[in-house]
């Protein structure tokens, strides 16, 4: 992946089979993709990000004025679920660690001295459980009204995309950070990898079944890549 440096923000690039070049921050802390066609030069790329500076600054602003606090692990901080937010309450006993929802809050077992690394990757484990009890559901929901069939869903924390989609082998992978945003989110990023599975390419057909499938479609991407839901 390449990289583009707009005064101090380090921004990525992706080339890929799109016709119009996109921009994408995400939260927390801002990091700036661009998704650009196989064939754009780097001058186009730069005039592009040049021309979304003011945009940029606006949203990194924005997501570093969010309440939540991510990786401190200390009481009371907020973390998100399915879009809601809820306080961390971190109890350090014996036995093995665990999280759960309770009364409100997340509630994060661990024995004590647990290393922040050690209580991420519980947390991370916890957001992909929650979405392998969740995605299937929705998948075999869309499989029916597309007529298509999964043969495989992989979950895994992913930096720059939502989802994927391998149509030969009939897989979709998801990122497990989905387990944070609003349903409608998942519901979309679903919608979008199986469609892929009848148009492997981003092109007037394909836009034009998610469409035709989910008309709120571009609603939902604004805001989900925004950081409203």
Known sequence: METLKLGDILIKIEYKRIK?????????????????PVNASKDVIRNFAVSKSRWIEKHRIKYRSLPH???????HEIYYVWGTAYELELVERKGHPKIMLSNGQILM???????????????????????RETAPVIIRKWEAVIGVTVKGLYLRKMKSHWGSCNYK??????NTELAKKSPECLEYVTVHELIHMLEPHHNPVFYRLMNTYLPSWKTIRKKMNSGEM
């Not at 119009?20 to 927390?28: G, K």
């Not at 690394?117 to 929650?130: E, F, T, V």
């Open 20 to 36: 119009n070049l996109r921009m994408t921050i995400y939260p927390p802390d801002g990091k700036v993709y661009i998704s650009a």
């Open 69 to 75: 606090v991510v990786n401190n692990f200390q009481n």
């Open 109 to 131: 077992s661990v024995p004590p001295q647990s290393t922040n690394a050690k209580k991420q990757d519980l947390l991370n484990k916890w957001y992909r459980n929650i979405l």
């Open 169 to 174: 082998n009939r897989t979709i992978r998801l």
